[in-house]
């Protein structure tokens, strides 16, 4: 695929970490969405956000101002339906995938770290291993970031002959 630059949006940092592999293994551009002014109007990408509540963060500012290619949602579900996320996110038929990032409750702040208390709540009242899983994520933080996880991402980007 014919991207010309790597964006991104990350509040804690581990879309920040996805975008950097990408960035050593292909040797594009790497640019954080706020610093795009630079970039022209248009310029293809491949954008990075954080998931926050199904939605993808940043990508509504990255359409308007850059051709999106592809997509790639970081969160920390275990996994994703990738249809319904498309859905939501109005997608259409922009490839998109999903990346499983990390939890950091220091690096947390102001309405997320409210939003992650109710969601913690919540998870407090279930026994089932999946809910569990989450809490402990919540409470305590996890990294899932891998480089294997890029690997559909790199040959969309690069496919082998
Ligand atoms: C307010 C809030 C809402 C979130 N909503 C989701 C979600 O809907 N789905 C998901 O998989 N992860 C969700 N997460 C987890 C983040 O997407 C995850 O921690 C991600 O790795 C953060 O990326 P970053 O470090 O680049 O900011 C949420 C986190 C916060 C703080």
């Known amino acids: 695929m014919n991207v010309s630059a790597i964006v991104y949006t990350s509040a804690t940092g581990f879309t ?3 975008a950097t592999l990408l960035h050593h293994q292909t040797g594009l551009p790497v640019f954080r969405l706020e610093d795009t002014d630079q970039l022209p109007r248009n310029t293809p990408v491949l954008y990075l956000g954080w998931l926050r ?3 993808i963060t940043g990508l509504k500012k ?3 101002q850059l051709a999106v290619a592809g997509v790639c949602a970081v969160g920390m579900a275990p996994a994703v339906e990738l249809e319904k996320l498309r859905r939501d996110n109005r997608l259409e038929a922009v ?3 999903y990346l499983k ?3 950091a409750p220091a690096r947390v702040r102001g309405m997320n ?6 969601m913690e709540k919540v998870l407090a009242g279930k026994s ?5 899983a989450a809490l402990d994520a919540v409470r305590h933080g996890a990294d899932w970031v891998s480089q294997e996880q890029l ?4 040959d969309w980007l690069e496919p082998k002959e």
């Open 16 to 18: 920040a970490q996805y």
């Open 53 to 55: 509540a199904g939605r």
């Open 62 to 64: 990255a359409r308007a």
């Open 95 to 97: 490839p998109l995938f």
């Open 101 to 103: 990032g990390g939890y």
């Open 113 to 118: 770290k409210l939003m992650m208390a109710a």
């Open 128 to 132: 089932d291993p999946q809910s569990r």
């Open 151 to 154: 690997d559909p991402v790199l």
